[in-house]
């Protein structure tokens, strides 16, 4: 029987709610219609500049690019490669959610318009297959961003971290055990999974190789560091638009896989877009040591919590000799803060958890980790947690000491190297992380955003600068030609900084978002960081395309979705409020998950939002202008898109009580948020 709902009242209230929670997850980039404005490029104007290509030989010189070790090292132990590795989306089989062979571009020698150091780095990542680190232990490498490890047990197989999506999972998976299974007949089924930290591309894979029944049922250890479900269904949620924004920028998501785009983030070729899970951990890690015996299999964890990630471990196989090191040490340089927005790490209690596990694992004969590949030999083991560990120290101490001698965070920056017995070290290089921006992450970790210059502490907004820039300049035209002679100069940074304020004073301006654009994609194809690479080259595609609507599907984090905490989608909902339109409005509004049996009273005090969850059993003392009731998987479907206002109203698993009229008004105080917002372009 369809339930029938005559108010209009309740119709309109139904679509605001439906557009309002749509929008409140974490890494949303909604379709919008993009700038109308499309500069045309031949492909002369994307070449690499004299000067870029000069800078490019200049990085060739100083590293001995020529050596093996790494791609001995990575090439170690393969069993098997599949020869055309295109994994399909679930969701639209007609896309791909991984593609290596899009990146067969990547071989011979570095082309002018890539960074020979990144280039280097980007055939390596370009290694992909199933290979033995050790008898026992296996990984897939090369099927997403992160690596899937298999651990032989007594009964299974122990599977540590499950990539991003479910269908590269799956994809990888399959594959090990077809060649594996030869191996070990009897080893066909997992026995446990271990999650190492809380960023999605080690556990949104998990659903995709095994499902929450068959955890329950044959009650599978899943294994995670203390804190790992909160920081993993909370990270982005509130922020979650604009860090999807800059996500694109980050990975380089719109860019093409050529010489001219996307050649790899450093830490991987880049994340799989699919579809995303987590399973909830039923064994917790929050001390170091814990020694745990998971499928016969003796585990020495190492609790690191934030490190590379708020809620991580690494873990020691003594039978194995095997340091698994998780994501705390990997093969380059990490972030200590992440382009597209995130909790600063702590990059002195980081340099001491890896000087912890040099001590605690120091007779590790093998090395593996989240990302990269193995590494193998006491000796060289050691040496290279040492560089590691000191490459953050460094960067901590020397930061430190020059934010001491009244230094600011650009001219720390720009001071700071990293001695030539780090700086030389591949492992160290700026790949994902940088020494510029983790500078200016041990700064605002001390200090904040403000240093201590009074014209910073209030100065202009963006627009309004760019516009006094323009005019002290002596108009456009005069700006122009001066950041026509810096270009011409080679001199590209400030080239940005000269037409970065005249397209912010004049987004029409076609000459000048062209060179602007022509700029970003010099240092670009100087940049080393992926990441960076990634930045400049995504500008430079929106000054000439317009702003792309293009991002992450939300319809694809439903099953985390599921497993949030129903207090954090309302906290997102505050920060929604239109709070000048808020004043004076004290509607009490409640909300009743009928399948979970919990109530929430939402209500506006002082142009703030508030929430409490409610005792049902306790009489309200608050008059309730108005209850939603609904099931929790509706409420998701709504959060995601896959049920709008037609389906809520024909849904036996919604109804309103009270006044629909209040509803309306209590939902139409809250913003739709600009979810492709400009960033090389004004709003």
């Given at each position: 029987m369809?339930?029938t ?22 890494l ?37 690019l ?44 570095a ?21 033995e ?14 690596n ?58 998990v ?19 203390a804190?790992?479900m ?73 609790y ?13 196989l ?71 560990r ?28 990293l001695?030539?017995?780090?700086a ?51 108009g ?12 011409d100069?080679?001199?590209?940074r ?18 000048a978002?062209?060179l ?20 400049y ?39 929604r ?6 004043a ?24 703030v ?39 809520m ?26 979810a ?7 709003n």
């Open positions: 369809i339930k709902i005559s108010s209009a009242a309740t119709y309109v209230c139904a679509q605001s709610l439906s557009r309002l929670l749509l929008l409140s997850g974490s949303l980039i909604t379709a919008c219609d993009p700038s109308s404005l499309h500069i045309s490029v031949d492909e002369s104007e994307r070449a690499a500049t004299v000067d870029t290509i000069k800078a490019n030989r200049q990085v060739g010189k100083q590293l001995n020529a050596d093996q070790q790494d791609f001995e090292d990575a090439r170690r132990g393969l069993i098997a490669s599949p020869e055309n590795l295109q994994i399909k989306s679930l969701r639209d089989p007609t896309k791909n959610v991984w593609d290596m062979p899009a990146y067969g571009f990547i071989q011979g020698d082309p002018d318009t890539v960074n020979p150091s990144l280039w280097r780095q980007a055939k390596l990542n370009n290694i992909h297959g199933l290979f680190v050790t008898p026992g232990i296996y990984q897939v490498r090369g099927f997403d961003l992160s899937m490890t298999l651990i032989k047990g007594d009964n299974g197989w122990i599977v540590v971290d499950t990539m991003t999506s479910k269908e590269t999972a799956r994809y990888a998976f399959d594959f090990a055990m077809q060649h594996l299974a030869e191996r070990y007949p009897n080893n066909t089924n997992i026995s446990a999974i271990v999650f190492t930290h809380s960023h999605i591309d080690h556990f949104g894979g659903l995709g190789i095994v499902s929450l029944q068959d955890i329950a049922e044959k009650k599978i250890p899943v294994i995670a560091p804190g790992f909160e920081e993993a269904t909370s990270e982005n949620i509130l922020a979650g638009v604009a860090m999807g924004r800059r996500a694109v920028y980050m990975y380089g998501k719109n860019l093409e896989r050529n010489p001219f785009g996307h050649v790899g983030s450093g830490l991987g070729k880049g994340p799989a877009f699919g579809g995303f899970s987590i399973a909830e951990p039923n064994q917790l890690v929050s001390n170091t040591p814990t020694d745990l015996n998971i499928d016969g299999v003796e585990f020495q964890f190492q690191t919590p934030d490190s590379e990630a708020p809620a991580e471990f690494t873990f020691y003594p039978q194995y000799k095997a340091f698994g090191g998780a994501e705390v040490v990997s093969r380059n340089m990490h972030n200590l803060y992440t382009l597209r927005g995130a909790k600063i790490r702590d990059a002195l209690k980081w340099s001491g958890y890896i000087e912890e596990a040099r001590n605690l694992f120091a007779d590790a004969d093998v090395y593996f980790a989240s990302h990269h590949w193995p590494m193998w030999g006491q000796e060289r083991i050691q040496t290279f947690l040492k560089q590691q000191d490459t953050y120290k460094f960067i901590h101490d020397q930061s430190v000491r020059r934010m001491n001698k009244g230094m600011t965070p650009g001219a720390i920056a720009e001071d700071i190297t001695p030539a017995s780090l030389t070290v591949f492992s160290n290089r700026e790949y994902y992380g940088t020494v510029k921006h983790n500078v200016r992450a041990v700064y605002q970790a001390y200090l904040g955003w403000y240093d201590a210059n009074p014209a910073h502490l209030d100065p202009l907004p963006d627009s309004q600068r760019a516009v006094a820039y323009v005019e002290l300049a002596g456009a035209e005069k700006m122009l030609v001066q950041a026509q002679v810096a270009f100069q080679g001199n590209y400030w080239t940005a900084e000269l037409l970065n304020h005249l397209v912010f004073a004049d987004a029409s301006h076609i000459a978002r062209k602007l654009a022509s700029t970003y994609d010099q240092l670009g194809y100087q940049a080393e960081s992926g990441p960076w690479r990634d930045v080259l995504t500008a430079a595609l929106e000054l000439r395309e317009g702003t792309s609507a293009a991002g992450v599907e939300l319809a694809a984090m439903k099953d985390p979705f599921l497993q949030t905490p129903l207090s954090n989608f309302f906290d997102t909902l505050a920060v409020l239109k709070a000048e339109d808020a004076d409005k004290n509607w009490h509004i409640k909300i009743h998950f009928t399948d979970l049996n919990e109530s929430y009273l939402l209500w506006i005090e002082n142009s939002l508030h929430h409490r969850l409610l005792d049902d059993t306790a009489p309200l003392t608050e008059k309730v202008h108005a209850t939603l009731n609904l099931t929790h998987p509706l409420f998701v479907d709504m959060l995601i898109g896959e049920a709008g206002a037609k389906e109203l024909l849904s036996d698993d919604l109804s309103i009580d009270g006044s629909k009229i209040d509803l309306l008004r209590f939902f139409s105080l809250f913003e739709k948020p600009v492709n917002f400009g960033i090389v372009l004004p």
